[in-house]
């Protein structure tokens, strides 16, 4: 973690790091408010999670957009592998090679 407390998402896709934020009017029309939700927003991003934001009022008058929105979303995460900034990605194995081919030479020492 960071340091600070657990986020507390409106709605949250665990396995596809989607967070899905609903920005009333009264909460949302306080400048203080929205700074706390863009660094709340940046924390989540830089610990691989995205965050969509919907206003109440689009979801009671496009309820249909927003879940279309909300799927491709979903969908298009989980097929991407899961970002995590804070780890090395893993090294992938080399092949073998078939039989009756000759292996990889190996790379040249450095003489220097």
């Known amino acids: 973690g960071d340091g600070e407390p657990m986020i507390q998402a409106d709605f949250a896709w665990p396995e ?14 306080q ?12 924390r989540a991003a830089k610990a691989g999670w995205y965050t969509l934001r919907v206003a109440t009022q689009q979801i009671r008058a496009e309820p249909e957009r927003v879940k279309e929105t909300l799927i491709a979303v979903v969908r298009s995460r989980l097929k991407q592998p899961a970002a995590r900034p804070e780890q090395e990605p893993e090294p992938q ?20």
């Not at 790091?17 to 909460?27: K, S």
């Not at 194995?93 to 220097?112: C, F, H, I, L, W």
């Open 16 to 29: 596809a790091r989607v967070i899905l934020e609903t920005d009333g009017q009264q909460a949302h029309g």
């Open 31 to 42: 400048p203080r408010r929205t700074n706390s939700d863009y660094r709340r927003d940046q």
């Open 93 to 112: 194995p080399k092949p073998k090679p078939k039989a009756g081919q000759d292996p990889e030479p190996p790379a040249p020492a450095d003489r220097s």
